[in-house]
Each structure stands twice: as C-alpha cells, then as structure tokens.
C-alpha cells in the first residue's frame, strides 16, 4: 500500500495520481478533513470534492510522531492512543509552516501568523469588528486579508515589508499566467479600499497581557496603529523534519508551493510512488515552470536586513524556553546556542526559532532528532 | 618536566567534562593549559549525550571510592555552579521488585553505611510514598540522599573559563604535542587524552570500545518525580558484556523534564536510534513508572559510553609513553568521577600524594582476567 | 453548543471548533504561562509552535489548536 502524509493540495494530488494508477492508497492527516490550510474549511474545493468522490481512504486526526523507514512503519497518535501504519511507499507531502521572526512584542497573545490567523478564522474564530493589521511579506498576505475580510475583519493596513519598486514588476509577471491574473482581480475586489503600504514592517507589539497596538515603520516613519489582532508572516518553509526521519529508498518527498506547485509536486509524488516514472517525467517541464515562478517570487518577497535589526537584547528568541537574544551572544552555531543557552530545546523542536537563527545568524538548525512531533511515551510503545 | 620553549605545559585533546575537569585542575595547580576539540562547542559528545548524574556507586571497591570522592567535590564545586548548570541534589533511590532486590537493598545499605555514605532503607511503602508514580507492590528500595543530577555541557563551559581552546581534528598526540588534520601542530611539555569512546583512535592499544546508549526526553511535569531513580536490575544491564541490555533509569530535571533511559549496547557504532532497543527500554520504564506512557517525549538521542573490561576509567601515563597521559573509559559514570579523575591525574603529573589510591585506575593495569 | 470549564469557569464553544477557537472566542487570551512568566496564546493555528498548550482533563501540553471541543472537557490554561 501507498500511504501518503498530508491531505492538502499536494497530498490529495498525489493519492489521486495513485489512485489512477490502479494501486491501492491512504492518506493520514492531522486536520479533521481534507484540504490542508490553502482549502481548510472549504470542502467544495474542486480538488478536495473530487478526493472526496474517488472515496480515498483517509485517516484524519491523526498526527505521524514516529517513523521507522527500515520496516516501513508509521507511528500515528491521536487524542486518545496511537497506531502504526505499514507501507510500501511513503509519500510525505506535509506542506510547508510559516515564517516567524522575531521582533519586540511578538510573544504577545493577540500576534498570529499570517496563515495562523487565517486558519483559526477558518476553523471558526469571529473576527467581525476586531481591528486587524496584516503584516510581513508575500502574496499570502493579501489572501489572508481578503479572506479576514469577508469574515468581517476591518482590517487596518497590510504592510509589506518589500518596497513599492520591487513589488511592480512582481504584479507585471503575475499578469502573464492566467490563473494568476483571476486570482490577483479576486483579490483586487475583494482587498478594494484596504492601505497597502509597501515598504513598511512591524517594529513592536505593545500591550498589557495582549496586543493592544503596534508600532509600524512606515516607509521611514514610524506610526502606532490600535490592533485587535496582527497578522504577521514572513513566507512559508517547507516542513522537513518527517522527511529527514523517514529518509530511504520506499520515501519520495513532494516539493511544496503555492496550490499550483503544490498540486503539481504532488502529482509527481504519486505517479513515482505508483511506479509509473513516465507520468511523473511528463509533468516536469511544468512542474519546473512553476518553481521558477516560485523563486521569482521568493526573490521578490526576500525579507530585508533592516529586519534583522528588529530584536534587542531582551527580546525572547526561543519561546518555549524564554532564551532572549542577549542570551544569544558570543554563540557560534545553533548547536552552540542549544547546548549552552537552552534555545531550541523546547517542545517546538525549534520550528519556531530555527529559521529565525537562520535569518538572524546565517545558522543552521541540526538534523532533526525523533519524535518528528512532541509524542506521548505510549505511543512509542504501540503494537496495533 | 616543563620546558620554558614549548607553547604550554599540558594540552588536553578533548573538552568533554572530563577534559574540562582535567584542564581546570591543572591550571589551578599553575600550569599553562590549552584544551582542543572538534566539534561545534565544548561539552558536546557523551557530556551532551548522557544523563548527568552524580552517583556514589559500589560496583567494586575502587569504583566506591572514585565515585565517593568525586562527589565531595561536587558538592564543593556546587556552590560556584551557574544556574544553567542545573546542579541539584535531588538523591538517588535504587528499587527493588521483589525480595531477591532487597536483599541487595540490605547488602548495599551495609555496604554505604559502613563506608560513611548516608543511605535510607525504604519498604515498600515507603518507595510509594517517596514517589507516587512509582507502580505499586514495589519491594522497597535504597536512597542517597547526596547524589544530585546536573546539566554537564554547562559544567564543561564553566571549567573551562579562561583555558585556551585550540579547534580542529587531533591526528596524533605525542609525549612532545599535538598535530591536526590541518598540518598545524602545538607543542606541549605533557598531553592528556580526554577523548572518551574516541580514545582508540589515538591510543589504540588501549582497551576502550564505545558502549551506545539511548535516552529519551520529556516536556516539562515540574513535581512527577523526586528522585533519579533506578532498578536494582541496572548493575545486571551495565555489566552484560555481550547482550543489549536495559534498564529502568529515570532522572528529574532541573527543568521539570523527566530524562528516560537506559540502554546498553557493544559493538555498534552508528549513531541512529536503534528502535527495537528504545522501545524496549521504554516499556522497562513504563513497567515501572505506568503513567509515564502518558507523558509526551520530545527528543530521543543516542551517545556512546567508553567503556573497559574492568569497569572503571583509564587515569595515568599511557603505557610505554613519557608525558602522555590519559582519563577515559569512564562508561556511564564520566560526569560523576569527571572531578576526582581530574585530581587524580594531576597527582599524578605534578608527582603529589592523592586522596585515594591511584593504582586501580592506572592504565597499564592488567586486564586479562576481564577478557 | 458544548459546555466546557476553563480554569473553572463555565463556557460555551461553538459546535465542532478547536479549543483554541473556543477560547479565543470566549475572551481568553493567556493559553500558557512561559518559563519568565509571560502569556501565550496561539501564534500558528496548525499544532506547530507549541504556544496554545493547556492542560486537558489533567493532562498537560495538549495543543488547543488540534483539540475539537467536546462536551464537558476541563481545560486548565
């Protein structure tokens, strides 16, 4: 059996691929439906009704904790226990977690992730009359205003960190694929009257419990803006750690990306896992059309120095265990940093802090250590 | 002995606890030190990997009273320790299953008392009330109240304060220096081999052969456990010279995280998670400590263990070597006898009476009986 | 409409949404409290920074963000 991690776009295009391949499949998500984060909460998504049609097994709830690629095995926890899963071909297909970087106030609760918010308003959070400023950089910051929007969310302002002189050839290049283009008028419509400041980024959350204002740089000024919630993302980065574990010759990873790129890596994925190397071939060229266009757009939306000047000595850097930068100091690597100051030992496996020392230090996180996410000790133990 | 032209008068190959020790020791007698090492930090092979515990031990005579005397001077050290150190006397509480363990309950206590160590028999009651999460019908068990856990990679750092690091791969190490890969080489007028499970490379007539062990760490449940505790069973499991082998080790933190072990194993020396293994030694603890299995993990790891035929550690000249010496072969017990070690090895340089006979850990002692 | 208590207080979540949903939408805005004493809330709504952990019917560090509410849940923040 195929078994393939990850019910967004890039999962549920593979497991069709295998599925029209003739061979047997099953997709494990850890949502309670298919769609990942670009489709949560919309199951009449074509891609996801057309899932849903082809009636694709699908373990949902369930997080992969541990792997044993030797024997082939998954280990899946839920709520309540855990399973193992045996496999033939594993495709991973876990999509990729938002960009944080850290900045003076960014611990407060009310300050989300871009696509944190937005998915929490998709699972149900109200955010009719909350004052929200969407913050960061890249196209998924206009898609997440747009969709607070129509929730109701006054939004404030989205601030793009990129400025205005980069972001114009970017729209140029966005009006030669047409899928791109509906998806930009869309946006257009629905993002009608909302400020959009380029060259402008958050320099500090403020206030007492919970967020209460920030304070923006606004191309050079800087201005305070009353806020409910932030919103601020810096790109996304393609989740690794279930890959690295699970590395081996019956593993074939999916490249992650935006829908598109995502439905096309997926696709490969599956055709590969099905054996049929020649579908998989065929779809390179476009596959390899997308990525480009995806570097191009990682070039444009490449987060600038000025960030990195954000955090002071006091600003925590890890937070799972309160290591603020000063603390960071004199540190030479990020092996340095865990051993001596505690900075990504906590319980997000530095998730949140790695790409962070990455954009700060240039430092890189070392290979990941099982389990692939926190698990209870039972679950290791599991025979079913 | 030393020579006014060479760059020091000792380098340490290795910034383990052990080389740390070793090199603090040595520049508190007034002797100008130099530590080398190759990885991203100091205190980061079996310093990192282990549990980091410091545990008066009676395996044999010589191990007691390496591990006693270590210990006083923990205690000493204790009061100078940062708090990243995570220095905490939270004792040791050795359990016993069934009457055949208490037994060994009563020879140890005997033992530990007779010797001075303080040590509490404990029925079995009185193991359920010195820790509930202990499973029930336990037949009782030994505290030390003065064994204490700490954070070794921090320890390392702090012993290290103001002792020159030389980094790079060491080739060869000589009665005259060191040479790295890079070509580079520093003179010394003595050079200690800290090396650990690495001694073979540059000693290897030596009989150190890396023993792997596997530990698992926890979130943080500040107040589960009070004690490091450990089944009676373990000395079975440290001993076995050829099976895999674990045991029911388990150690609170200063953090509030609970660090699960132990594993046993010769003869592999690949770095991966042997699961079949982790997940034998989980179920061992799981079968003592059931709520364990509710807990969640977040880091399981591997280290290796330098281990001898005799169990105890290689502290001493090197055979048929003039000013190069060597402290290794600790196993499991490197964080706790690394302080003792380092005043034993420095005795010996620097031609000073010790606290202890030195005899028992000399490096050129015979082995063939263990064999 | 689930009744669940949170630090023994009485609140009513909407059907079928996380906990981390519910308690937002209830006005919560300290899920945690960090090592130095701060609050914390969630921050990336899909069970990765860790942030949004709670105690469940005594059993601590369950993500909110992953949990569905159910009926009578005792959740301690």
């Known amino acids: 059996m195929i078994v393939v991690v990850g019910a967004g776009p890039a999962g549920i295009a593979a497991a069709l691929a295998v599925q029209e391949c003739g061979k047997a499949v099953t997709v494990v998500d850890e949502n309670p439906s298919a769609g990942g984060q670009i489709w949560r909460g919309d199951p009449t998504h074509r891609w996801v009704a057309r899932f849903r049609a082809f009636n694709i097994p699908l373990i949902s709830g369930v997080r992969v904790v541990w792997g044993y690629p030797a024997a082939r095995t998954l280990v899946l926890e839920d709520a309540v226990g855990a399973r193992r899963l045996a496999y033939d071909k594993l495709v991973v297909a876990v999509g990729s977690p938002e960009i944080f970087l850290p900045f003076p106030g960014w611990t407060l609760p009310g300050v989300f992730g871009a696509g944190g918010l937005q998915a929490l308003v998709k699972s149900g959070l109200p955010v009719r009359g909350k004052n929200v400023v969407v913050a960061g950089t890249g196209p998924l910051l206009l898609a997440v205003a747009a969709s607070l929007r129509k929730k109701g969310a006054n939004i404030r302002l989205i601030a793009e960190q990129t400025p205005a002189a980069l972001l114009w050839p970017f729209a140029k290049q966005l009006s030669g694929r047409a899928s791109k283009l509906l998806q930009g008028i869309g946006l257009a419509w629905d993002l009608a009257g909302i400020p959009y400041a380029p060259a402008s980024w958050v320099t500090a959350a403020q206030g007492d419990g919970r967020l209460q204002r920030i304070v923006l740089n606004r191309r050079g000024t800087l201005v305070t803006e009353d806020c409910d919630y932030l919103a601020v993302g810096f790109g996304l980065r393609p989740a690794t750690e279930l890959a690295a574990i699970m590395a081996g010759p019956d593993t074939i990873v999916a490249g992650t990306g935006d829908a598109d790129l995502s439905l096309l890596e997926g696709r490969i994925a599956g055709y590969t896992a099905a054996g049929d190397l020649e579908k998989a071939r065929g779809l390179e060229p476009e596959r390899d059309q997308a990525r480009t266009f995806a570097a191009s757009i990682d070039r444009t939306f490449a987060v600038r120095d000025e960030l990195r000047q954000l955090a002071d000595s006091g600003t925590i850097i890890c937070r799972c265990e309160d290591v603020p930068l000063g603390r960071l100091e004199g540190k030479t690597c990020f092996r340095d940093a865990k051993l001596h100051t505690r900075c990504g030992m906590g319980a997000c496996q530095g998730r949140v802090c790695g790409p962070a020392l990455e954009f700060l230090f240039g430092w890189h996180g070392a290979s990941p250590r099982p389990p692939i996410f926190p698990a209870r000790v039972g679950s290791l133990l599991s025979e079913g | ?371 | ?77």
Not at chain 2, 41 to 58: E, K, L, P, R, S
Not at chain 2, 160 to 176: E, N
């Open chain 2, 1 to 371: 002995m030393f020579d006014a032209i060479h760059s020091f008068d000792v380098i340490l190959v290795g910034a383990g606890i052990v080389g740390a020790a070793c090199a603090r020791e040595l520049a508190d007698s007034g002797l100008k030190v130099a530590v080398c090492h190759d990885s991203d930090t100091v205190g980061a092979g079996a310093t990192a990997a282990g549990m980091g515990h410091i545990a008066v031990m009676d395996d044999s005579d010589a191990q007691f009273a390496l591990t006693n005397y270590s210990q006083s001077l923990w205690w000493e050290l204790a009061g100078t320790l940062p708090p990243e150190a995570e220095f905490a006397g939270c004792g040791s509480l050795w359990v016993a299953a069934d009457d055949e363990e208490m037994a060994e309950v009563h020879r140890k206590s005997e033992y530990y008392s007779a010797r001075g160590v303080a040590v509490d028999v404990l029925d079995s009651g009185g193991v359920a009330k010195a820790e509930p999460n202990l499973r029930r019908g336990l037949a009782g068990g030994l505290r030390l109240p003065a064994d204490a856990v700490s954070y070794a990679p921090a320890v390392a750092r702090k012993l290290l304060t103001g002792i020159q690091l030389l980094r790079g791969r060491v080739v060869s190490a000589t009665s005259d220096g060191i040479e790295f890969a890079s070509g580079e080489s520093y003179f010394a007028g003595a050079v200690v081999l800290a090396t650990g499970a690495d001694l073979p490379r540059l000693a290897p007539e030596l009989p150190v052969r890396p023993r792997k062990g596997h530990l698992l760490i926890t979130d943080r449940y500040p107040g589960y456990l009070n004690h490091q505790i450990i089944e009676l069973g373990y000395l079975k499991s440290a001993h076995s010279e050829d099976a895999d082998s674990v045991a029911f080790n388990v150690q609170p933190r200063v953090t509030g995280q609970l660090l699960i072990g132990s594993s046993r194993q010769l003869g592999v020396d690949h770095a991966d998670i042997d699961h079949a293994i982790l997940r034998r030694m989980l179920a061992r603890a799981v079968e003592y400590m059931p709520g364990l299995a509710s807990l969640n993990g977040i880091r399981a790891w591997t280290g290796f263990r330098a281990s001898t035929p005799d169990n105890l550690p290689l502290i001493g000249l090197r055979p048929g070597h003039r000013s190069l010496y060597v402290a290794s072969g600790h196993e499991g017990l490197g964080i706790s006898t690394s302080l003792g070690t380092a005043k034993l090895l420095a005795d010996a340089m620097l031609g000073r009476p010790s606290a202890i006979p030195r005899e028992p850990y000399d490096p050129s002692r015979s082995f063939n009986h263990h064999a």
């Open chain 3, 1 to 77: 409409m689930p009744e669940i208590r949170v630090d023994g207080m009485l609140v009513n979540a909407a059907e079928g949404v996380s906990l981390a949903v519910a308690l937002l939408s209830a006005g919560r805005t300290r899920f945690r409290t960090s090592l130095s004493g701060e609050p914390r809330a969630a921050v990336c709504g899909m069970g990765v920074c860790m942030e949004c952990r709670v105690t469940i019917d005594g059993q601590p560090h369950r993500l909110a963000c992953q949990v569905q509410v159910r009926e009578g849940i005792e959740v301690r923040t």
